[in-house]
């Protein structure tokens, strides 16, 4: 049974630049939440996604948005990338409604030159 | 506003002893869920436990035990005779359900620990 699958594992942007991320959900899950971790910083929450909408945003500007497909895999955008932007980016499914049972991948590391 | 507090950044322990992990949270709500997460080398929070406001029962799991006392906000951690694979960032976190609750977790900073052989 697989978990929950981020790509890339690290990538390294220069500001001004946009990025794309990818997570593909644990099998059985529809609920995609995406987290911005800085280093030595507990995650922040971004946004989730249920049913290919976002049902919750937390404190994050509109550079950052998101897509959730049919088949419950996710992608989070970035766009103008600023230095503050780097960080590992953790996605963590679930399935709806069952709170904060949330199983996390292994993260994308982007680095903002 | 919601927070969580670990105010213990690392703690380094040999061994066998036994060691633990302290969290204070803030919140406004009545209704809320507690976690704690592992988070190894590797990156990927693991799930340790979730608890509801409404249940203030201490928990054991193996060499895991959690202390939730609501009347001082706090909801520690203890892990009994540790070991070295116990090495890593422990997270607490707190889901207020006024918020819809579910996945929108607020983490505090983090308790490296690291146990000595």
């Known amino acids: 049974d697989a978990g929950v699958t981020q790509s890339p594992t690290h990538l390294i942007k220069t500001r001004g630049q946009q990025v794309t991320l990818r997570c593909s959900p644990k099998?059985?899950?529809?609920?995609v939440s995406w987290y911005q971790q800085a280093l030595g910083q507990g995650p922040q929450f971004i946004f989730q996604?249920?049913?290919?909408?976002?049902?919750q945003r937390g404190n994050f500007p509109d550079r950052f948005s998101g897509h959730q497909f049919p088949n419950y895999s996710s992608e989070l955008n970035v766009n103008a990338l600023l230095l503050g932007d780097s960080a590992l980016y953790l996605c963590?499914?679930?399935?709806?409604?069952?709170?904060?049972?949330?199983?996390f991948g292994e993260g994308s590391r982007l680095t903002v030159l | 506003a919601q927070k969580v507090t670990q105010a213990q950044t690392e703690i380094s322990v040999v061994e066998k002893e036994d060691v633990t992990l302290d969290c204070v949270y803030e919140?406004?709500?009545?209704?809320?869920?507690l976690f704690w997460y592992k988070q190894p080398p590797s990156g990927e929070l693991v799930f340790l436990i979730r608890?509801?406001?409404?249940?203030?029962q201490n928990e054991i799991s193996g060499r895991y035990s959690w202390n939730f006392q609501k009347s001082t906000s706090s909801f520690n951690f203890t892990i009994t005779a540790s070991q070295v694979v116990d090495s890593a960032v422990y997270f607490c976190?707190?889901?207020?359900?006024?918020?819809?609750?579910?996945?929108?977790?607020?983490f505090g900073k983090g308790t490296k620990l690291t146990v000595n052989p």
């Open positions: 919140t406004r709500d009545t209704t809320y869920y």
């Open positions: 963590a499914s679930s399935r709806a409604y069952l709170t904060g049972e949330l199983f």
């Open positions: 976190a707190l889901s207020p359900l006024s918020q819809g609750g579910s996945e929108k977790l607020v």
């Open positions: 608890r509801n406001s409404f249940d203030e």
């Open positions: 099998s059985g899950h529809d609920t």
């Open positions: 996604y249920y049913e290919e909408e976002e049902r």
